[in-house]
């Protein structure tokens, strides 16, 4: 897959108005800003667009801007997993009871609810998703870790404790992923940075596109690892010295 650094804001963030219709009115905002030095949804959707009739997995839904950026390209199938507890406990509502209020939601996405634990267990998880006629369904159906390790493109953006995120690294490495990982919020803490600082395969910090970019106070980081040996970036050639 080749990342180029020029070609990440083409992405046009407003395909489907049934995406824009599931959001609250001040993420919105922040989620069509480009330029918002927080904002990772044009790398989002231009990995997405990289991608064809392939599975991505989001771990950390929370209101679904991710998810929604993730599912720019229609073909593929995207599978975004949260918890119950700390959707409850959060402000703002939620992603789900935002798609069943406004019954608008892309074809292409599966929201996964646990009760707990994380996405490498097999225990029952609540799926809500649109079937073709865009009815909402909610039904039980077990995790399926094998499907985990078949996606093309994993983005890790949940408990930023280091210890989650180390978790499911092994996993991937045990399991032979030849998908890629993103991980949002690498240097968000101590526990992020050893995390990211530990991982031993090819890696990329590309903050510069992704999350923090441009922002000096702010810049919680974004890092790839490529489980896949294909990923090429295409950084900006720097301008020739001045003599
Ligand atoms: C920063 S938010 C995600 C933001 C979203 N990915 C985006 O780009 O807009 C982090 C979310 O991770 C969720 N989370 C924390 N631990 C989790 C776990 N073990 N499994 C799934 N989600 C988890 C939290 O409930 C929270 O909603």
Known sequence: MKIDYSKIYDEDLRKGDAHMAILQDYRREEFLDQTSTASHYSLLAYLSNQISNGIIIEVGSFLGLGTIALANNPSNRVITYDLLPILQAGVGGYFVEEIIDKNFFPLNIEVMVKEDG???????????????????????RPNDPKTIIKSDLIFL????????????YDFLCRNDYKGILLLD???????MALFWRGIDKK???????????????????????????????????SPPALT
């Open 157 to 168: 953006d949940a408990a930023h404790d280091g210890k989650m995120e180390q978790e499911i």
């Open 118 to 140: 994380n996405i490498l267990g097999e225990e029952e998880a609540t799926v809500t998703m649109l079937d073709a006629r865009k009815e909402v369904n909610t039904f039980q």
């Open 185 to 191: 919020d690498i240097s968000l803490n101590k526990e």
């Open 203 to 237: 890696k990329y910090d590309i903050t510069e596109i992704g999350h923090g970019k441009d922002d000096d106070f702010n810049r919680s980081g974004t890092g790839l690892v490529d489980f896949s040996g294909n990923v090429e970036i295409v950084r900006p050639t």
